[in-house]
T-cell receptor, first 113, second 114 residues
Framework: AQSVAQPEDQVNVAEGNPLTVKCTYS??????LFWYVQYPNRGLQFLLK??????LVKGSYGFEAEFNKSQTSFHLKKPSALVSDSALYFC???????????FGKGTMLLVSP | NAGVTQTPKFRILKIGQSMTLQCTQD?????MYWYRQDPGMGLKLIYY???????DKGEVPNGYNVSRSTTEDFPLRLELAAPSQTSVYFC?????????????FGQGTRLTVV
């Protein structure tokens, strides 16, 4: 089975500070890992993905994520948060033996001015 | 660039009514998906399709049906609507299977069953 956990319902950070949104996963094979962002009343938008290769993945809008196989984590990071980064963030995983993604419950990121 | 287009954006149904949620994409993607999003629950896969004429059940298919007669269109049918189907529905498409390429999402259909 494949599963993904986002342990924080909400993350609060001040503008200009670094941010981290946590994600852990469980698969039996090799993981394919994704981050998506959802702005209010919109569909999800792709941020970045890890398939293979470098453990540090860079994505859209200055976001990056680090794949850590030993800790089965794929945390989303950004060095300096913007108020406009406030949104709902979803981590998703696909085991190499599965055909579809499993999404986490989402983490609401609130960046205060 | 249209991408993935869903209609309607909002709908209120009475218990027992039926309706079809429309989804069309103009990116010539083979893979299409229907998800439902409930507060605090993330996205649950209802049905997916790997190409015209091929559909398969996802995690929560009960109460829904789909068809895929063309590459562009992937309608979702609700028969005998129930309050438990109150949700926001998203259609998505991708060029490859979900492990290989990112998915593009429509803006969603907010459905209320009363």
């Amino acid at each position: 089975a494949q599963s993904v956990a986002q342990p924080e319902d909400q993350v609060n950070v001040a503008e200009g500070n670094p941010l981290t949104v946590k994600c852990t996963y469980s698969v039996s094979g090799n993981p394919y890992l994704f981050w998506y962002v959802q702005y209010p009343n919109r569909g999800l938008q792709f941020l970045l993905k890890y398939i293979t290769g470098d453990n540090l993945v860079k994505g859209s809008y200055g976001f990056e994520a680090e794949f850590n196989k030993s800790q089965t984590s794929f945390h989303l990071k950004k060095p300096s948060a913007l108020v406009s980064d406030s949104a709902l963030y979803f981590c998703a995983v696909k085991d190499s033996g599965y055909s579809t993604l499993t999404f986490g419950k989402g983490t609401m990121l609130l960046v205060s001015p | 660039n249209a991408g993935v287009t869903q209609t309607p954006k909002f709908r209120i149904l009475k218990i027992g009514q039926s309706m079809t949620l429309q989804c069309t994409q103009d990116m010539n993607h083979n893979y299409m998906y229907w998800y439902r999003q409930d507060p605090g629950m993330g996205l649950k896969l209802i049905y997916y399709s790997v190409g015209a004429g091929i559909t398969d059940k996802g995690e929560v298919p009960n109460g829904y049906n789909v068809s895929r007669s063309t590459t562009e269109d992937f309608p979702l049918r609700l028969e005998l609507a129930a309050p438990s189907q109150t949700s926001v529905y998203f259609c998505a498409s991708s060029a490859l299977g979900q492990g290989g390429a990112e998915a593009f999402f429509g803006q969603g259909t907010r459905l209320t069953v009363v």
